[in-house]
């Protein structure tokens, strides 16, 4: 995967809060300028998560976009996923890339300079650094970093770094100029929106 595909980065919300839902939301986010589709969910089961992932897979593929899957190996390889997003409490990312080999791009998320020392450059493929603002969607997120946490954390970084928690266009802007950064995570400001397809080109105008 390209370093570029992680410039807009969606995180799937629940269908629920997605305002065309799921299927339809991810369709138009892409349209609008998203290079990459996480899909996470929360309290689904394991029937309901392969149907829509399956689906994701299939929206995202059609428009030529690389698609992840939080948390789940198992369930990445089973759908055709590009790639799975790992956090501290997930499966360890070594162990993740002999499950997976060498054909899952992985990530990992990070939201202190101890976890950041600690990222494994030989399994880890990119890093998702965050909440940098406080966020509700992610019920056990940690405690914000801030702007100046974030700085710190991206400039010290070992691989490409996507910031997340919070991120709206003019958050994203600030963020940009403050350290290094490969892109966005953007969960509800795209997901919850009416029009998905301008949130998401508000977004890409922002970084520039």
Known sequence: MKPECLRLYLVTD????????LAETVRRA?????TLVQYRRERADAATMLREAAELRAVTHAAGVPFIVNNDVRLA???GADGVHLGQSDMPVAEARKL???????????????????????AADYV???????????SDAAPAVGVEGWAHLSRICPLPIVAIGGITASRARELRA??????????????????????????VVALT
């Open 77 to 79: 390889l089973q759908v």
């Open 128 to 138: 998702g650094c965050g909440p940098v603002f406080p966020t509700a969607t992610k």
């Open 100 to 122: 997976a080999g060498q054909g899952l791009v992985i990530g990992i998320s990070v939201s202190n300079e101890r976890e950041m020392l600690a990222v494994d450059t030989h």
């Open 14 to 21: 629940a269908p629920e809060r997605c305002s065309l839902g």
């Open 30 to 34: 892409i349209a609008g300028g998203v």
């Open 178 to 203: 403050a350290g290094p950064c490969s892109g966005v995570a953007v969960v509800s400001a795209i997901c919850g929106a009416p029009d998905p397809a301008a949130a998401a080109r508000e977004i």
